[in-house]
């Protein structure tokens, strides 16, 4: 068989695929914009499991006219200029593949407006494709609506798993970013319904309440601690709530971790969480845990997983 260079429709579908692995992906995706657009309000709206509908709306900066149809190419992005900022990058997102992998195995409408604005504008892209860019009424801030997700590649629709675990898995990256910013307020329906709320008040222990609940909650007890690097003075801080021994259960899912306001999966951390139990609690139970990480960026590499879910 022949070498031949691949269209551009396939390659941004295979792109996509390590980018957007299932509906909660693209909820993370469109979430992390939002933060990093400095959203107050964040509203997550979904139906089907996420795979007829996806909505995610802000209050944040929104994008201005002129570079709307940016957004939408990939490798484009506003939070980054050259190599040398991967060692400083403070923005959940940085390498402008979110959008451009989510239009590609997607119908997606973006309606955006900046404060100082008149008019918002809307685009609608289908399959990577550009049908509409039009001036419209918005309010400020952007609203990404996401629907028939994968398609145009039905290999991936296929080994979606039940539309009951695709919700729980987008319910989790909601509250996980709602425990990792409690300044923001977040809201999220599911099939027309309003399933959770976080009070936005900054306080970290009102957003675990939330999901949680109040009876675990107070089995837990909150934990802060710092350690300064001599060589640079810098420090590493660790805050957030852990339970007493009392409160275990038999799977690792409520051991919750973020990194610089990222949530991470890391053995590491994890390991270090489930041995300070390991004489407290009967082997194969593990606590509940929500351990925030603060670092320099520098001290960090969230650039070794296409879906910066593992850091080094």
């Not at 959203?39 to 997550?44: E, M, Q």
């Not at 997700?149 to 009951?164: G, V």
């Not at 729980?168 to 909601?174: F, L, N, T």
């Not at 599911?190 to 009876?215: A, C, H, N, T, Y």
């Amino acid at each position: 068989m022949p070498i031949i260079q691949l269209p551009d429709e396939v390659v941004a579908q295979i792109a996509a695929g390590e980018v957007v692995e299932r509906p909660a992906s693209v909820v993370k995706e469109l979430i992390e914009n939002s933060l990093d657009a400095g959203a107050k309000n964040i509203h997550v709206e979904y139906a089907g499991g996420g795979r007829q509908r996806i909505r995610v709306s802000d209050d944040g900066q929104g994008i201005p006219v002129t570079e709307v149809q940016l957004a939408l190419v990939r490798h484009a992005t506003s939070k980054l200029r050259s190599a040398q900022d991967l060692q400083h990058i403070l923005t959940l997102g940085f390498r402008g593949e979110a959008l451009a992998s989510i239009a590609a195995v997607s119908h997606l409408t973006l309606s955006t407006r900046q404060r100082d604005e008149d008019v918002g504008t809307e685009v609608r892209v289908e399959g990577g494709a550009l049908v509409r860019n039009k001036p419209i009424g918005a309010p400020a801030g952007t609203v990404i609506t996401v629907e028939n997700l994968f398609f145009n590649t039905p290999a991936r629709l296929k080994f979606l798993k039940s539309e009951n675990t695709e919700k729980r898995q987008i319910s989790g990256i909601v509250m996980n970013y709602a425990m990792a910013y409690p300044q923001v307020r977040f809201v999220m329906v599911q099939d027309g319904r309003e399933i959770f709320r976080s009070p936005g008040s900054g306080q970290l222990g009102d957003v675990v309440v939330k999901v949680m609940g109040l009876d675990i909650f107070r089995e837990m007890l909150e934990v802060a601690g710092e350690t300064r690097i001599q060589e640079s003075g810098h420090s590493i801080r660790v805050q957030g709530f852990v339970s007493q021994p009392t409160l275990n259960r038999k799977d690792r899912t409520r051991i919750i971790l973020f990194v610089n306001g990222r949530a991470v999966q890391d053995s590491g951390l994890t390991y270090a969480v489930t041995q300070a139990y390991h004489m407290l609690i009967e082997k194969g139970r593990h606590p509940y845990a929500v351990m925030m990480v603060s670092m320099p960026p520098d001290y960090v590499d969230v650039n070794v997983h296409p879906t910066k879910a593992e850091v080094r």
